[in-house]
């Protein structure tokens, strides 16, 4: 081994001038073969070096595998090569004992290590430098740089070759820890996709199932409700108050029946209702909306319901009317009792969306109903004070998100509500 403190030149130029691009290129190495690229032919050229090899410890921990190589003819024969880590070889001295190996000549390389003449069946002819690489406490391996020999090792090379080493190490966990955590992010993607198709098929079912099961039902319903109505009008005389109770339970039941499979099969033909996107005038739906709601429920409550200006948008014209006529119509019958409902919509355009106002000063709903009133079926009165299904809002949230936007509520108890929706502009 030679004496590090000898008095010896400092090495050329380039090393210094490479070291930060260097440094910076082992940083944006992604793969341990950008790592391998980066390292081994900068260093020859900076340092004179003849050859260059990295030996990574393999899967078992117990042995030694030449990875990479630069300056070595191809099939040449040369030092380093797969062996134990466990032998009796620089690259698994260097690791054992945690330090760098610098051999000056062949001589002091042959005579600390005797065998490897025997090994690669020629003679040593180089000096080198064998640069552990650990992982914190855990050895992954070395890098060795062949010299012409005579090569002294000077105090700064033998310090430029150590950090060089101690880099090595650091990017090639880094691109390991890179490749992995990308690995599991491809693995974690496809899964995620793998899901979301299993779910589309299962929605798509589900409202298919919906649809078919709503539609087949109808007609059944309607029998009950007509025939119920028959016996209402040509026996009622000749039943008991109980009995006509019975009848009367009979055709409510099946009225309410008969909404609840309509707004079932309203809500199975959100997604696959393929009708256009078209240029819609809100104003023209909503006046059309409230004509409508006028016959029964705006004169009915004694409500009133008014508008600022709308605009246009790129919407299911059809979906878009029943949007408004849900939120309208639960404006004006979730009222307060000693107040006539008040309903106004409005609307801003925020950058390529409008965002809408549906506003009432109605009973109003306590925060931690806000997400329970958008899923289907979810009602927070009894039928017997507020009619409804418990569909109308699941089917309002549908139509938005089948549009792209968004459907949230602001409320406070007895102070009213603020549903707002947002809708691509044209």
Known sequence: ????????????????????????????????????????????????????????????????????TQGHAEGAQTLWQDGPLSGNVPAGAALARREALFFHDAQSLGQTYPELESRIGQALSVASAVLPMFEGDHPIGTLVLDFPEPHHFSIQEQQFLRTLGAQCAIALGRAWATQQLEAQVRQRTQQLEDRTLELQRSNAELEQF????????????????????????????????????????????????????????????????????????????????VTRLAVDQVRGEGGTVSRGPLPVVCVDAQQLDQL???????????????????????????????????????IGIEPQYFERIFEIFQRLHDRETYEGTGIGLAVCKKIVERHGGRLWLESEPQQGTTFFFTLPNC
């Open 1 to 68: 081994m030679p004496d590090p403190s000898a008095s010896v030149p400092a090495p050329p130029a380039p090393l210094t001038d490479q070291w930060p691009v260097l440094i910076e290129r082992l940083a944006a190495a992604r793969t341990a073969e950008d790592v391998f690229r980066i390292i081994l032919q900068p260093t020859l050229d900076a340092l004179q070096a003849i050859a260059g090899a990295v030996l990574l410890v393999d899967d078992s921990g117990e042995h030694l595998e030449v990875v990479a």
């Open 324 to 362: 408004f006529q849900n939120l309208i119509s639960n404006g004006l019958k979730y009222h307060r009792p000693e107040e006539p409902a008040q309903v106004r919509v409005s609307a801003e355009q925020d950058g390529e969306w409008w965002r809408f106002a549906v506003k009432d000063n109605g």
């Open 210 to 289: 919906a649809y078919i099961a709503s539609h087949d039902l109808q007609a059944p319903i309607r029998t009950v409700i007509s025939f119920a109505g028959l016996l209402t009008r040509k026996y009622a005389s000749q039943l008991d108050e109980r009995g006509q109770l019975y009848l009367h339970h009979i055709a409510q039941s099946g009225e309410h029946m008969q909404r609840l499979v309509g707004d079932l099969l309203t809500f199975s033909r959100v997604n696959t209702d393929h009708s256009p996107k078209d240029a819609v005038a809100t104003e023209e739906v909503f006046d059309t909306v």
